[in-house]
């Protein structure tokens, strides 16, 4: 079974550019959350998508914002780049809402640097 | 908000010596705890979980156990090897928090063992 793939792997962009980034679930998997990885402030959560429906968004700014589609891939978008927005960006993806716990599978990243 | 607090790095050991990273917690309600390793380079893998209080989660010689009464989940190996170099992170999801599918990790700790 082929695991959680994310593109670009890497990516440069200048300040106020935006930028796509885009993430393909493990198959059957239906949940997608985005996780934001900086040396300062670690790992931290962007939002999770389930059907296509934004369930839960972490403390980022509106400049950050993601869809997913109907066949569980997702996106995210983060517009008017700052600096402080390099960083690595997860995303994991998770087979069913029902489960008592939450595993989450990631994909290796996608490393955003704004210069 | 749910917390976690991991032992500052980095951790620096000689292969076959005894492992033990620290992890405590604050969550809102009854959490599954997770620990989480990066190699270099690349995405986070699953390690461990334990989902209710006094579950051991153990895979490839680690150990972690969800102790309830400290609020902690910390991790240990008997002997390490030069391979287990990487990043560690010690992580919960929480169900009151309104979503089982965010995750907070604590700021990773930088284990390298030398042969």
């Known amino acids: 079974k082929a695991g959680v793939t994310q593109t670009p792997r890497y990516l440069i962009k200048t300040r106020g550019q935006q930028v796509t980034l885009s993430c393909s679930p493990i198959s059957g998997h239906r949940s997608v959350s985005w996780y934001q990885q900086t040396p300062g402030q670690g790992l931290q959560f962007l939002f999770e998508y389930f059907s296509e429906t934004q369930r839960n968004k972490g403390n980022f700014p509106g400049r950050f914002s993601g869809r997913q589609f109907s066949n569980s891939r997702s996106e995210m978008n983060v517009s008017t780049l700052e600096l402080g927005d390099s960083a690595l960006y997860l995303c994991?993806?998770?087979?069913?809402?029902?489960?008592?716990?939450?595993?989450?599978?990631f994909g290796p990243g996608t490393r955003l640097t704004v210069l | 908000g749910d917390s976690v607090t991991q032992m500052e790095g980095p951790v620096t050991l000689s292969e076959e010596a005894f492992l033990t990273i620290n992890c405590t917690y604050t969550a809102t309600g009854y959490p599954s705890l997770f620990w989480y390793v990066q190699y270099p380079g690349e995405g986070l893998q699953l390690l461990l979980k334990?989902?209710?209080?006094?579950d051991k989660g153990s895979n490839k010689g680690f150990e972690a156990t969800y102790r309830k009464e400290t609020t902690s989940f910390h991790l240990e190996k008997g002997s390490v090897q030069v391979s287990d170099s990487a990043v560690y992170f010690c992580?919960?999801?929480?169900?009151?928090?309104?979503?089982?599918?965010?995750?907070?990790f604590g700021k990773g700790t930088l284990l390298t063992v030398n042969p």
């Open positions: 334990a989902t209710k209080a006094d």
């Open positions: 992580a919960l999801s929480d169900p009151s928090g309104g979503s089982n599918y965010k995750l907070t």
């Open positions: 994991a993806s998770s087979p069913s809402p029902w489960r008592v716990y939450n595993e989450q599978f």
